[in-house]
């Protein structure tokens, strides 16, 4: 399997967490309701208590699969020594982006569509530049078609 950037997109969503297959890519509209997740509430401490011990000695980390974003904001707040990349596909970045933005932290860049494909396609970008030193993937599950 091999990984490729898809050009970025926004779609409304009204804030609902609406599977992705559902959700036709709409270039130029933006969310203005951050999605939530009930599970991010009630998991992300105990996972940032591991994440801690885990990443003490890590500068760079890539999330695959980013989501809402709440836990990519819940981390980085409670790591600042690690600058933390959400990624996820095109459809998600708007959520996270508002998330993101609300908190204003400086170890968060912007995120960046990637998607898991066998094979990149027409559309697809190289990886951005950047080296990781931790890889996390919390909320991706990868089907196949």
């Not at 992705?20 to 401490?45: L, Y």
Request: charged content about 15%; some cysteine.
């Amino acid at each position: 399997m091999r990984f490729g950037v898809l050009p970025t997109v926004s779609v409304a969503a009204g804030g609902d967490m609406i599977p992705r297959t559902t959700v036709p890519p709409a270039p130029g509209i933006t969310m203005t309701t951050k999605p939530h997740s009930p599970s991010c509430d009630r998991n992300q401490d105990p996972i940032l208590d591991v994440l801690r011990a885990r990443f003490a000695d890590r500068r760079e980390v890539l999330e695959i699969g980013s989501g809402t974003g709440q836990h990519a904001v819940h981390f980085a707040a409670g790591m600042p020594w690690l600058r933390w990349q959400c990624s996820d596909h095109a459809d998600a970045l708007p959520g996270i982006r508002l998330w993101l933005d609300e908190a204003a932290l400086a170890n968060t860049p912007p995120p960046f569509a990637l998607q898991a494909v066998l094979e990149p396609g027409p559309g697809f970008s190289p990886l951005p530049s950047g080296r990781y030193d931790a890889v996390i993937c919390l909320g991706a599950v990868i089907r196949g078609s």
